[in-house]
């Protein structure tokens, strides 16, 4: 093999080896807003693209022992950047159709995964292994070829990761991330050996461009329709749109990054709370009476920040929120402005309070679990709740939103997470967002757990409370459920029963 052709090889498999990983990552991305990005997403993507690889492992092997052409090696790398493509156009399809299925969501994740990343995948996997074949002149360097090329592979999946997470993904985004794979297969396959003009290479380019152009005019439709924006951050995939609400069908601009709740939302004409759930952190009041510090963890559009505010003008509140990017876009689209008594942290919830000083707040609100599809369990285990518990001020008050069901199979997260709080809080109250819902559905409990050792009445003559009280439920819940610990909190497993209903 000519110098030139000792070259491309060592390059080839370093730009499949970056690319497999950049694809992979990228898949999270695009499962997200139909399937969420739990352990089983993930789990599904790594499995099925493992496997997939391991596939194209052996058909290299078997192709390069009977056909040693480079020639063939580039029409393999331009199948997988056609197959690429494929996902490109139909991954949009799929996903609605897989969404709106009554398939678990471990199911749902693999299929997804097969559909989408495995394909192309399979194709990938024979670049080592077909390179290593070209590559090697005699026995005596197989086992030096092997290695080298595949140290080669693992070197570049290494510089795909980090560019995936640190660069491409939050700045390019997930759909022009697909285009960059593609594209970059395509143009490797043509430098590595040119080959003639055929149907089937004609029909991946074509698909290539109707993929590009189709997603590429279904964004700019529906951001003039309904003005709607899809941003990739470093944590999580956004989508802000506008709507109805649901109720009083007033214009409202939702975010979500997850398949079905609004993360946050506000009316277009005002700045009253849209989601009925936010009303209840204003019960800091009731149980917490000449509050003066708040501790908010999870921010999102900053709805209740807002409203805080402006209920509270003697009063401050910090605000630990993961994503820098999602203040950026509050402050774009939310109406978030700078204020002396709101302070923002971008941090892990779980981290701040880990070396948050003792006994600082008077009040802590959670907003981090509104979605049922990655619930970072690491703020709802036993530890976690200790240290909220030591950064409260006596007579403190903890009160956060859990979409839960209070009943039946899909009551295990629910009653886990009041097993953990009372292990911990003296007083754990639960009251229905909604009181006409039924306790089999799925709905959102504001859970209340109170450092008090006083036992509380539920009267006020306050109508801003009396109607939130009056929501309390009294029913017994079952405390047959675990202590959630760092060592095992399987949410997933628990909101699993969830999904499948």
Not at 128 to 143: D, H, I
Not at 149 to 154: D, K, V
Request: aromatic content about 12%; glycine content about 6%; some cysteine.
């Amino acid at each position: 093999m000519s110098k030139h052709g000792y070259y491309i090889l060592e390059i080839t498999v370093f730009v499949c080896g970056a690319l497999v990983m950049i694809f992979e990552i990228t898949g999270s991305r695009i499962l997200a807003p139909h399937i969420g990005t739990s352990t089983y997403t993930w789990t599904s993507l790594i499995g099925v693209i493992l496997a997939s690889l391991s596939i194209g492992y052996w058909l290299g092997g078997k192709l390069a022992d009977r056909k040693p052409n480079i020639a063939i090696l580039a029409f393999a790398i331009f199948v997988s950047g056609g197959l690429v493509s494929v996902t490109i156009l139909f991954k949009d399809s799929v996903l609605i159709v897989l969404g709106a299925s009554f398939l678990s969501l471990e199911i749902k994740a693999v299929i997804a995964a097969v559909l989408l990343f495995g394909p192309a995948s399979v194709f990938l996997g024979v670049v080592t292994p077909y390179a290593v074949k070209l590559k090697t002149k005699s026995l005596e360097e197989t086992g030096k070829t092997v290695g080298n090329l595949y140290a080669i592979s693992t070197i570049g999946s290494i510089v795909g990761t980090f560019a995936a997470g640190f660069l491409i993904i939050p700045f390019v985004g997930s759909n022009r991330t697909l285009y960059i794979i593609a594209g970059s297969l395509f143009l490797l396959a043509v430098v590595l050996a040119p080959f003639s003009v055929s149907r089937a290479n004609i029909g991946f380019l074509v698909l290539f461009v109707v993929g590009i152009t189709a997603t590429e005019i279904q964004t700019v439709y529906l951001r003039r329709s309904i003005g709607f924006y899809d941003f990739d951050t470093e944590y999580s995939r956004v989508h802000i749109f506008e709507t109805k609400h649901k109720t009083d069908q007033r214009a409202i601009r939702a975010m979500k990054i997850d398949p079905v709740y609004f993360q946050s939302s506000m009316y277009l004409d005002s700045d009253e709370l849209t989601s009925e759930y936010a009303k209840y952190y204003h019960l800091i009041k009731y149980f917490r009476p000449g509050f003066t510090r708040t501790l908010m963890i999870g921010g999102a559009g900053y709805s209740f920040p807002k409203d805080y505010l402006k209920a509270y003008p003697e009063a401050e509140i910090e605000v630990v929120e993961i994503d820098p990017r999602m203040t950026s876009l509050a402050h774009r689209f939310f109406r978030l402005k700078e204020n002396p008594r709101l302070k923002v942290i971008h941090e892990d919830g779980r981290v701040f309070l880990n070396r948050s000083e003792k006994e600082k707040y008077d009040a802590v609100l959670m907003d981090a679990f509104s979605t049922l599809f990655t619930v970072p369990f690491q703020l709802t285990t036993v530890e976690a709740v200790r240290h909220i518990d030591r950064v409260l001020k006596n007579e403190g008050v903890v009160i956060f939103n859990l979409g839960a069901v209070l009943e039946g199979e899909g009551s295990g997260f629910l009653r886990a997470e009041l097993e953990t709080y009372r292990a911990v809080f003296p007083n754990v109250y639960l009251f229905k967002v909604d009181p006409a819902a039924k306790d089999s559905a799925v709905q959102n409990i504001i859970i209340v757990a109170d450092k008090s050792l006083r036992k509380n009445s539920f009267r006020s003559s306050d109508p801003r409370f009396s109607s939130l009280i009056a929501n309390r439920y009294i029913k017994a819940v079952s405390g047959d459920a675990p202590v959630l610990t760092d060592d095992l909190a399987p949410v997933e497993r628990y909101n699993s029963f969830i999904h499948s209903r």
